[in-house]
């Protein structure tokens, strides 16, 4: 299946509606996604990346029938990661000649997935490439958004920016176009992506999108190498982007806990309790962690102001679904959070310790040591935790 963008430029991607875990097991995808390939038809013929490695014999089939492969005169792999690029060996068993152009990581990137020499020509930011009828491909490195070779293109004239991952979600959907697809989905899933994917590189986010749009290019089209296709204001994602780069954070408060005989679930629910008591306009969600799916998790961590992590004490440390999602955390850098711990114990009692030392040492500002509660809270423990969540209100 193909689809017309605009003039000669086609969609000739891939959408996985069954979808539900990417990156292995580290990402769910509970809305599928889609591998934008985009095929450029002028004087030149271009294939902008590919798809996925399972659907690449599907995919060169179909490309096929859009045109003759001999007739590709440039391919560009703006991304190595094989969700973009597992169709090359496929398609460069067809055109073992043809150029690809990609930045110097990405040449070392398709050589170590694919141990092939194919003819790469190495581009950095504000080379060009002629398609005829006027029109030029410019390229932009995108280092680390988010891989070290990860790379844009701008087609002129048409004024549309192939921005590969930036800008994209994990969403599948037939009909292709920001403006057509339930505004509240799709935003869901950009947050969910930047929060997720791209929450380290924000320093990197920042500057490369304020370079971009210090050179003035008129923008009609954001194709995206996943999920939709920005054409009705498609700036506006951008200018999301430049919020979540920056420290963001809403006036959320997100309490994370397992709990073993529900004494660290009755903490959490009364230091809610104190919470809402005295801050009647923050937003405060309670998620067992257990039972949470971890990457929603991280998007509310991502939109939080404060965290509460709660885990009983079970052999000395903590319980093993607190500690995954810790060390989720402590790969993604969050920066202007604040942080504290509660749970139960029974003997030792390291729990909060270890947790708090954990968010500390991963940037979280920490508001005080935490909150334990001797065996089954009682009353008295009960209302200490209200009184705290209080406290943490008032922070
Ligand atoms: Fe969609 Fe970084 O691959």
Known sequence: MSFKIKNNVFWV???????RKFHGNEYSTHRGSTYNSYLIKEEKTVLIDTVWMPFAKEFVKNLSKEINLDKIDYVIANHAEIDHSGALPELMEHIPNTPIYCTANG?????GHYHKDWNFQVVKTGDT???GNEKQLVFVEMKMLHWPDSMACYMTKDNILFSNDAFGQHYATEYMYNDLVDQNELFAE????YANILTPFSTF????IKEVLSLNLPID?????????WRDNPTQIVEKYLAWANAYQENQITILYDTMWDGTKRMAEAISKGIVETDKAVNVKLYNIANSDKNDIITEIF??????VGSPTIGGGIISSTAEILEMIKGLRFKNKKAATFGCYGWSGESIKIIKEHLENNGFSIINDG???LWNPDQESIEKCVEFGKEIANS
């Open 13 to 19: 991607g891939k959408t996985d509606w069954e979808l």
């Open 107 to 111: 040449v070392k990137s398709l050589k």
């Open 129 to 131: 490439l002629d398609l």
């Open 190 to 193: 950009c947050i969910k992506y």
């Open 205 to 208: 986010v920042d500057k490369k």
């Open 221 to 229: 089209i954001i194709a995206t190498s996943h999920g939709v296709i």
């Open 303 to 308: 939109k939080s102001k404060t965290i509460l």
């Open 371 to 373: 909150i334990r509660a």
